[in-house]
């Protein structure tokens, strides 16, 4: 369920502080089910602190040059208002930046399925409970909400996002956001549906962890491809959403004013320009 306009999809995965302060954090690439799902003991955040540091260094020596270099070649597509980017060419960015989070989630797989081998049983249980705790509260903000109402949250979203990348966005811009908004189609009960099947996936698997020989390959395959247990309804309207949040980003972007596209390359090349800067350990 995309919140906001894919043509920042990269930018978003990055929070508003400073890039470099922020990379330096270890957090930010702790999987949110360890962070948020599983109190670890102290010998587990020993062995999780550690791979994090190498998985640090790894991304840091391999990675960054190519984020800065596909921000340098973004902004220079959207640099000239005569010739905006296409729909082909916004869609090659978007495959681009989850090819991004797709290399990152192979790497540290092995090091998620590691620690989660060790889990106690009173750890697997915390994560159940967490995890119930958790579907719950998205039901109640993508499914229990009057349709409405998810249409005008949905809008208000998009619009923030548009306010934070391009200044205020035009009276046209905002149509176009709610001409999307009304456009897309209902997806929440099946990403539910779609989440609960990796969860259980993922539970039974968990619970076999001391039997199984090969617990790691299984967990690392289920965390690397969970797009695989998607439904062919879940993945039609998936990919139909798709389409036109591209072609959302696509009449934005002719839309954009001298002044929004100004301040848009700015963000986009600070953001590059951190990555440059950011010094990996020899």
Same mark, same amino acid.
């Given at each position: 369920?995309?919140?906001?306009?894919?043509?920042?999809?990269?930018?978003?995965? +990055?929070?508003?502080?400073?890039? @470099?302060?922020?990379?330096?954090?270890?957090?930010?690439?702790?999987?949110?089910?360890? &962070?948020?799902?599983?109190?670890?003991?102290?010998?587990?955040?020993?062995?999780? !602190?550690?791979?994090?540091? /190498?998985?640090? *260094?790894?991304?840091?020596?391999?990675?960054?040059? *190519?984020?800065?270099?596909?921000?340098?070649?973004?902004? /220079?597509?959207?640099?000239? %208002? #005569?010739?905006?980017?296409?729909? #082909?060419?916004?869609?090659?960015?978007? +495959?681009?930046?989850?090819?991004?989070?797709?290399?990152?989630?192979?790497?540290?797989? %092995?090091?998620?399925?590691?620690?989660?081998?060790? $889990?106690?049983?009173?750890?697997?249980?915390?994560?159940? *409970?967490?995890?119930?705790? @958790?579907?719950?509260?998205? &039901?109640?903000?993508?499914? #229990?909400? %009057?349709?409405?109402? @998810?249409?005008?949250? &949905?809008?208000? @979203?998009?619009?923030?996002?548009?306010?934070?990348?391009?200044?205020? %966005?035009?009276? #046209?811009?905002?149509?176009?956001?709610?001409?999307?908004? !009304?456009?897309?189609?209902?997806?929440?009960?099946?990403?539910?549906?779609?989440?609960? !099947? +990796?969860?259980?996936?993922?539970?039974?698997?968990?619970?076999?962890?001391?039997?199984?020989?090969?617990?790691?390959?299984?967990?690392?395959?289920?965390?690397?491809?969970?797009?695989?247990?998607?439904?062919? $309804?879940?993945?039609?309207?998936?990919?139909?959403? &798709?389409?036109?949040?591209?072609?959302?980003?696509?009449?934005?972007?002719?839309?954009?004013?001298?002044?929004?596209?100004?301040?848009?390359?700015?963000?986009?090349?600070?953001?590059?320009?951190?990555?440059?800067?950011?010094?990996?350990?020899?």
């Amino acid at each position: 369920m995309k919140r906001i306009a894919l043509i920042v999809l990269f930018l978003l995965l +990055v929070t508003g502080c400073g890039t @470099r302060f922020f990379y330096y954090q270890l957090d930010w690439l702790i999987p949110f089910f360890l &962070r948020d799902y599983i109190s670890l003991n102290s010998e587990q955040k020993t062995i999780l !602190k550690e791979r994090l540091i /190498k998985q640090i *260094d790894w991304h840091c020596k391999t990675q960054l040059a *190519d984020y800065s270099e596909a921000l340098r070649s973004l902004s /220079k597509d959207l640099s000239d %208002p #005569d010739h905006p980017i296409d729909y #082909d060419g916004l869609n090659d960015y978007y +495959v681009k930046f989850r090819g991004f989070w797709a290399e990152l989630i192979r790497q540290v797989a %092995p090091d998620i399925a590691e620690i989660l081998r060790t $889990a106690t049983d009173a750890q697997i249980e915390e994560l159940f *409970d967490n995890l119930d705790e @958790r579907n719950d509260e998205l &039901r109640a903000e993508y499914i #229990d909400l %009057p349709p409405e109402e @998810r249409m005008k949250e &949905r809008e208000e @979203r998009m619009v923030k996002g548009l306010r934070k990348w391009l200044s205020d %966005p035009t009276s #046209d811009q905002e149509q176009a956001v709610s001409a999307w908004s !009304k456009q897309l189609k209902p997806i929440g009960q099946e990403w539910l549906l779609y989440r609960d !099947k +990796v969860q259980e996936e993922v539970i039974n698997l968990l619970k076999q962890r001391k039997e199984l020989p090969d617990f790691d390959q299984k967990l690392v395959e289920i965390l690397t491809h969970p797009e695989r247990m998607r439904s062919s $309804a879940y993945q039609a309207k998936s990919d139909y959403n &798709r389409d036109i949040t591209l072609k959302l980003g696509v009449n934005i972007i002719h839309l954009m004013t001298p002044e929004q596209r100004t301040h848009l390359l700015k963000r986009i090349d600070s953001f590059a320009t951190d990555f440059e800067k950011i010094k990996c350990d020899d």
